[in-house]
T-cell receptor, first 117, second 116 residues
């Protein structure tokens, strides 16, 4: 099973709402990632979790709050978002972030299309 | 700073044609290079991963090559089909010591249209 699942597929939220995005993988991967992708642009890294610990935060505003409750699950909590946060949010996983001279393939989920009104 | 460029930005071909997509990167110190496919509004599907020590990888009708010293990779698609229509992204994982060697650097993609 090389699948990363994400829910919901679509989300519309107001600027005062609180919502969460969910990502799950059952490949035994120990690194998980959140990316943001705007239309016609490549994905931009937001967060990296390694062994359930946040290892990288790419200077993401605090209105985005990631959480890794266990090795299979990654959440992104959203609060007080702005219309410019509307984008496709992608989750990815890999066996590890890196190991010595080798690096690992990242597997992406289908994404959540977020619209902030 | 690593930069990845993909040429052409868009390509339209008739069904059955063999085609080549190009990817170039400015810093040859990379761990690996990955080719992805993205359908409109969907996630990324990993097509091929080439480690820095490898020269090419093949999967079905796809063949990707890597020339690390010249900073180039090509994705060859044989006997193209309308179902191959998508955006193709290449991404490198840099080996630099600047603390960003966890972070895929993506090109802007090539939009491929295969006409029946």
């Amino acid at each position: 099973d090389t699948e990363v699942t994400q829910t919901p597929k679509h989300l519309v939220m107001g600027m005062t709402n609180k919502k969460s995005l969910k990502c799950e993988q059952h490949m035994g991967h120990r690194a998980m990632y959140w990316y943001k992708q705007k239309a016609k642009k490549p994905p931009e890294l937001m967060f990296v979790y390694s062994y359930e610990k946040l290892s990288i935060n790419e200077s993401v505003p605090s209105r985005f709050s990631p959480e890794c409750p266990n090795s299979s699950l990654l959440n992104l909590h959203l609060h007080a978002l702005q219309p410019e946060d509307s984008a496709l949010y992608l989750c990815a996983s890999s066996p590890q972030v890196r190991h010595r001279t080798a690096a690992y393939e990242q597997y992406f989920g289908p994404g959540t299309r977020l619209t902030v009104t | 700073k690593q930069e990845v460029t993909q040429i052409p930005a868009a390509l339209s071909v008739p069904e059955g044609e063999n085609l080549v997509l190009n990817c170039s990167f400015t810093d040859s110190a990379i761990y690996n290079l990955q080719w992805f496919r993205q359908d409109p509004g969907k996630g990324l599907t990993s097509l091929l991963l080439i480690q820095s020590s490898q020269r090419e990888q093949t999967s079905g009708r796809l063949n990707a090559s890597l020339d690390k010293s010249s900073g180039r990779s090509t994705l060859y698609i044989a006997a193209s089909q309308p179902g191959d229509s998508a955006t193709y992204l290449c991404a490198v994982l840099p080996q630099n010591s600047g603390g960003s060697n966890y972070k895929l650097t993506f090109g802007k993609g090539t939009l491929l249209t295969v006409n029946p």
